[in-house]
T-cell receptor, first 115, second 112 residues
Framework: DAGVTQSPTHLIKTRGQQVTLRCSPI?????VSWYQQVLGQGPQFIFQ???????GRGNFPDRFSARQFPNYSSELNVNALLLGDSALYLC??????????????FGSGTQLSVL | DAKTTQPPSMDCAEGRAANLPCNHS???????VYWYRQIHSQGPQYIIH???NNETNEMASLIITEDRKSSTLILPHATLRDTAVYYC?????????????FGQGTILTVHP
C-alpha cells in the first residue's frame, strides 16, 4: 500500500503570492493533519481534519487554511506569502481523529521557498 | 500535554545499543509517551509508544520508570541508518486531535 503522498515536493514562490499544497492519506485513513517545519526546529501543528471537518487548529494566522475532500485527501492553502513561510510542510494521516493509542503516518513533505 | 526534556545530541557506535533518555516529570496518569524519529529530508516516523508498561516492537524498546517521570528509548543494535533526530512526545489520552507537540529532540549520530 502507498504511504502518505504529498505534492509538489518542492515549490518556489514570491512574497504576496498564494500556494496550495496537496496530500493523499493512506488508504482507509480518515484523518489528515498538517505541520510546518522551519529549518532546525521540530514540526509545528497547523490543522487537523477528520471526516471533512476541522477538528484542531494550531497557532497560525488566518492566511493559512485547509480543507478535506470526500475521498479524505486534503489541501493546505497559504495566502499572502511571507518570507517566514519558507519551510517544509508535512502532512500526516491516521485512521481515527484522536491520537490515543494510535500512530501518525507522515509524508515526505513539500519544501516551500518564498523569495 | 506534559513537557519533555531530551539531551540535544548523542553519539553511538554502530552495532551497539543506543539509549535515548527523556524526562517528563509533569506527566499525568492518562498521558502516553510516544517516540518518533526524523531522518534527514523525510517526514517523522513512528517508533513506539507506551502508557505504563515497558514496550517492545521490531524497531525498539521503551522503558518507562515506575513513577512515569522519565523513559528511555533503546535501539538494541544501532546502524548507520538510525542516524536521525529522535523526538519524545507526551500525549494526553482522548484529547489530542492529530496534534503532536514536537520539541527540539535528540540528534543521534551513529558512527562506523
Amino acid at each position: 500500500d502507498a504511504g502518505v503522498t504529498q505534492s509538489p515536493t518542492h515549490l518556489i514562490k514570491t512574497r504576496g503570492q498564494q500556494v496550495t499544497l496537496r496530500c493523499s492519506p493512506i488508504s482507509g485513513h480518515k484523518s489528515v493533519s498538517w505541520y510546518q517545519q522551519v529549518l532546525g526546529q521540530g514540526p509545528q501543528f497547523i490543522f487537523q481534519y477528520y471526516e471533512k471537518e476541522e477538528r484542531g487548529r494550531g497557532n497560525f494566522p488566518d492566511r493559512f487554511s485547509a480543507r478535506q475532500f470526500p475521498n479524505y485527501s486534503s489541501e493546505l492553502n497559504v495566502n499572502a506569502l511571507l518570507l517566514g513561510d519558507s519551510a517544509l510542510y508535512l502532512c500526516a494521516s491516521s485512521y481515527g481523529q484522536l491520537l490515543t493509542n494510535e500512530k501518525l503516518f507522515f509524508g515526505s513533505g513539500t519544501q516551500l521557498s518564498v523569495l | 500535554d506534559a513537557k519533555t526534556t531530551q539531551p540535544p545530541s548523542m553519539d553511538c557506535a554502530e552495532g551497539r545499543a543506543a539509549n535515548l533518555p527523556c524526562n517528563h516529570s509533569t506527566i499525568s496518569g492518562n498521558e502516553y509517551v510516544y517516540w518518533y524519529r526524523q531522518i534527514h529530508s523525510q517526514g517523522p516516523q513512528y517508533i513506539i509508544h507506551g502508557l505504563k508498561n515497558n514496550e517492545t516492537n521490531e524497531m525498539a524498546s521503551l522503558i518507562i520508570t515506575e513513577d512515569r517521570k522519565s523513559s528511555t528509548l533503546i535501539l538494541p543494535h544501532a546502524t548507520l541508518r538510525d542516524t536521525a533526530v529522535y523526538y519524545c512526545i507526551v500525549i494526553k489520552g482522548g484529547t489530542s486531535y492529530g496534534k503532536l507537540t514536537f520539541g527540539q529532540g535528540t540528534i543521534l549520530t551513529v558512527h562506523p
